[in-house]
């Protein structure tokens, strides 16, 4: 019997150090790989929009120098520009993204709008679509910024979030969902 049970004990232990040395078949394929959930998005275009992590939005901040900004986003998506603003645009499998941002006096970041919009050629949107996008932008700046209450009215709804120094409100309206960033911080010059 004492056989038996230290038979069993080594079997309990080798079983124990093969799982845990990453033998075990955890995607269940036999391939013998652990397979990790990626994250869950309602939208199939959050990734695209939300391309860099940190900043005010995609490693922006308010602030930033518009040699900074040009820096930080594709060169393949700029626009157009004139002395207070960049525009850049993207195509995401036929639905526009914009990228509008704004810069004060003294050449610094101060406002940055951003526009994704589900309109088809004949101006009919996919409702879908764009409460999906809008859900995981909402969730987005909601993990940034704190909860928030929703607005909601017959046409559009909304979150914002004020602060002492910017405003932030990301939105659905119709085919469009929309959120921007401004500042209400001085230049020092």
Excluded: H
Aim: charge should be negative; include cysteine.
């Amino acid at each position: 019997m004492k056989k038996f049970f230290s038979m069993m004990f080594l079997a309990a232990v080798a079983a124990i150090s093969f799982t845990a040395c990453g033998g075990g078949d955890a995607a269940g394929d036999g391939s013998g790989t652990e397979t990790v959930d990626a994250p869950k998005y309602n939208s199939e275009y959050f990734d695209d929009v939300m391309f860099a992590e940190g900043g005010e939005f995609v490693g922006l901040n308010l602030g930033d120098s518009r040699s900074d900004v040009k820096g930080k986003l594709p060169e393949s998506a700029f626009d157009d520009e004139t002395d207070s603003y960049l525009y850049y645009y993207w195509d995401l499998n036929g639905n526009q993204y914009w990228l509008d941002l704004y810069f004060d006096e003294a050449g610094k970041l101060n406002s940055i709008d951003g526009y994704v919009y589900f309109y088809d050629a004949d101006n009919n949107y996919d409702e879908a679509a764009a409460k999906a996008f809008y859900t995981d932008m909402r969730d987005a700046f909601t993990a940034k910024y704190g909860a928030e209450e929703e607005e909601v009215d017959e046409d559009f709804v909304y979150t914002y979030w004020y602060f002492d120094n910017k405003d932030v409100e990301v939105g659905l309206d119709g085919g469009e969902v929309y959120w921007y960033m401004y500042s209400y911080e001085e230049s020092e010059i």
